[in-house]
């Protein structure tokens, strides 16, 4: 019962630590920036929004809270050793490489790195120095980089969570250059989440007397001499860009990806925490392997042919504007428009001369993705605007396309225009 009562009190003196933690808001900072680029950047190619950015920003930092509270649950029962110098580690780490890419916002990176150079001090006299340089090499040497790995795991086993949930709802349409020059269509998927956790740590005098009235995996019964609760923000986010496959089927197969590394990662760090010397290579296998990742889904976009391109039986559907006619007749992306009131459309301005045949009435057919004719039709009301509201694959009159260049966080920061061909836009590319 005390260990209970101990618990529920550390666990709202967390809650208030994290309200006055400055990295949760800079993370949902970051986020806030990108989905207004988002829009920006839907609005210069597509002159509609397709993505309100503050939905999109509530609702990933709900789904955050979730995931971290399961998270720390977990964590209750692994008890992971982590302490404030390490988090500031962490997030110091990764602030530095997004500097570099956006993408090297993922925590797999920065703590393999930390692995990596505390390895390097380890053969150095650094920590013997009597001056800051000392002070920072003894608390480098101080970090537990195996249970550290052990939360990156974790965490990527959580965003393989929310990317099979919630990774299509960020596809983004975009128009990009094909293999041989053409432009075709494709989407980008790019979400990111604060996640918070809270995670019992050893306390040396500090914390609650009560011991914990279990044993966890990988503390032992470190804490049943004190323990206190460390509360704190991560950052979980994941980009996809496919031009051969439906939103969905991409999130899907990038969730199984993060899915095998979370676990496999999971493996090496354990194996690390019982076998020191197995650190170094399970900190180098943090972002080998994430690299890794990136790598094997450009190959498999570059093996298969353009999805989203127009065909000689119709116009391909890259996307459907929420709240227009398209939406309410069904038509979904990665669908073609056959027919437009019984005529056959092959270019826009056949579909727009279509369209208006009949000023009351819009009839369809559309090959759907299973290769079938499906039949839809539709009142037109008063006041409705004729077209159907759609995104479709670009011809050769795109004005626009993105080229899939890595974004920096300085690049983040600053406020793009419209991509065009003589200033084209860059995305973020990455696992």
Known sequence: MDAALDLL??????????????FYYVGIILMMLYYMRQTRMERAMFHVRLHAWPRELGRTIASGLLVGLLVSVAGLFLGIQITQEAVL??????????????????FAYSVGVLGVLQWIVGWTPLSDRGDWLGTVSTSLQALDIPGLLVLVAIMHLAEALLVGWQGSRFASPLFLEGKRGKLV???MLQGYWPVPLMLLVPAAGSGTEAALPWSTLLSGDSLGAGWMMLSFPMMLGFTELTR???PKEKASEASRSLLYYGLLLGGLAILAAYWTPFTL???IAAFVLHEAIVLMSVLREERKSPFYVNAPNGLRVLAVIPGTPAEAMGIAAGELLHKVNGRLVRTKEELHAALHINSAFCKLEVINLA????????????????????????DEHASAYVEPTPT???????SRSA?????????????
């Not at 666990?11 to 400055?22: D, E, I, T």
């Not at 920096?408 to 600053?414: C, V």
């Open 9 to 22: 009190g550390q666990v709202g003196a967390g809650a208030l630590s994290l309200l006055l933690s400055p």
């Open 89 to 106: 580690w962490m997030w110091g780490m990764t602030v530095i490489l997004a500097v570099f890419s956006v993408r090297y916002l993922c």
């Open 185 to 187: 269509g494709g989407y």
């Open 244 to 246: 051969t496959m439906l």
């Open 281 to 283: 290579p399970a900190a």
């Open 371 to 394: 290769g079938h004719v499906k039949f839809l039709q539709r009142a037109r009301f008063a006041n409705e605007h004729h077209q159907l509201g759609v995104v479709l694959a670009p």
């Open 408 to 414: 920096s966080l300085i690049g983040l920061l600053r």
């Open 419 to 431: 991509a065009r061909r003589e200033a084209r836009a860059n995305t973020d590319v990455g696992a």
